[in-house]
């Protein structure tokens, strides 16, 4: 598969997801050069393992799920923490001019983040984020469940204060 044609079709591919695959990686890792690290190393896995796809239909599927593992290692090797004050902007077209929204986002599990990202900001279903995650579809309606209801908990406690 990894003729001129099927590099072609690859590059396409890439190109076409490079906005969804930042916005997953910023889920996750939260620092923009982070993610573009990420992004990188999932790139280079995936086209070098591209024989192992057995369908192009689920290339997507197959690229974020490389790339969720992938900001997992990276995140893993770093050990660090995040400074909330010292995040960058979100960047495409996710921006959230609410600093209490993108604070009450930062606060949740990288787990619930990815979900939330995936759910709502790149439309897939819970059936299909349960695969990109290796989890049940159980698991995934749980952490968007836990996930909305800390974000709507962090607001109003936000708003109660102001």
């Known amino acids: 598969m990894t003729n001129r044609n099927g ?10 997801m ?15 050069a982070d993610c573009e690290d990420a992004a990188q190393n999932a790139v280079l896995k995936a086209y070098t393992n591209l024989d192992k796809l057995k369908e192009r239909r689920y290339f997507r599927t197959w690229m974020i799920r490389i790339l969720k593992n992938e900001c997992k290692n990276f ?4 050990q660090r923490t995040v400074n909330l004050d010292a995040c960058e902007p979100i960047g495409y077209d996710m921006e959230v001019p609410d ?3 993108n604070r009450a986002f930062d606060a949740l599990s990288a787990d619930e983040r990815l979900a939330i990202t995936l759910f709502y900001f790149e439309g897939y ?3 299909e984020i349960a695969k990109i995650c290796e989890v049940s579809d159980g698991t ?7 996930a909305r209801e800390a974000l709507r908990r962090t607001l109003s406690e936000q708003e109660a204060a102001q």
Do not use: G, K, Q, Y
């Open 99 to 101: 600093l209490d929204l």
């Open 18 to 32: 490079a906005p969804t695959m930042f916005r997953v990686a910023f889920a996750i890792l939260r620092n923009r």
């Open 75 to 78: 995140a893993r090797a770093a």
């Open 125 to 127: 279903s819970t059936r």
């Open 140 to 146: 995934v309606r749980s952490r968007l469940s836990r």
């Open 7 to 16: 590099d072609a079709w690859f590059s396409h591919e890439i190109e076409a």
